[in-house]
């Protein structure tokens, strides 16, 4: 099973950017998706998470109103809409599949290795 992040990069404040998780070796349609990161010297903390149809959705207060999470299970990828970024969105996104619903990492089974945003001026 691979989960792979990808469209990071660097960004002004105020600027957006959308996040892809492009998952091989199981059916994503089964499964929830989770949307993570970690800040230069945090802890890893949930961002945003999405049932397996889509019907239900899950955001972090902090991202609320700027961010949206959205999949596409016909062809095994979830996304990270991220508008409105603002530096303290730095860090390492990570996505994240598993077969219950939960904020929690440790319940997440599958991870992708991650992908950099980073929002300066």
């Known amino acids: 099973v691979q989960l792979q992040a990808s469209g990071g990069g660097l960004v002004q404040p105020g600027g957006s950017l959308r996040l892809s998780c492009a998952v091989s070796?199981?059916?994503?349609?089964?499964?929830?998706i989770g949307w993570f990161r970690q800040a230069p010297g945090k802890e890893r903390e949930f961002v945003a998470g999405i049932s397996w149809n889509g019907e239900r959705t899950n955001y972090a207060d902090f991202v609320k109103g700027r961010f949206t999470i959205s999949r596409d299970n016909s062809k095994n990828t979830g996304y990270l809409q991220m508008n409105s970024l603002k530096p303290e969105d730095t860090g390492v996104y990570y996505c994240?599949?598993?077969?219950?619903?939960?904020?929690?990492?440790?319940?997440?089974?599958?991870w992708g290795q991650g992908t950099l945003v980073t929002v300066s001026s």
């Open positions: 070796g199981l059916t994503l349609e089964y499964y929830v």
């Open positions: 994240a599949a598993d077969g219950g619903w939960s904020t929690r990492e440790d319940d997440y089974y599958y």
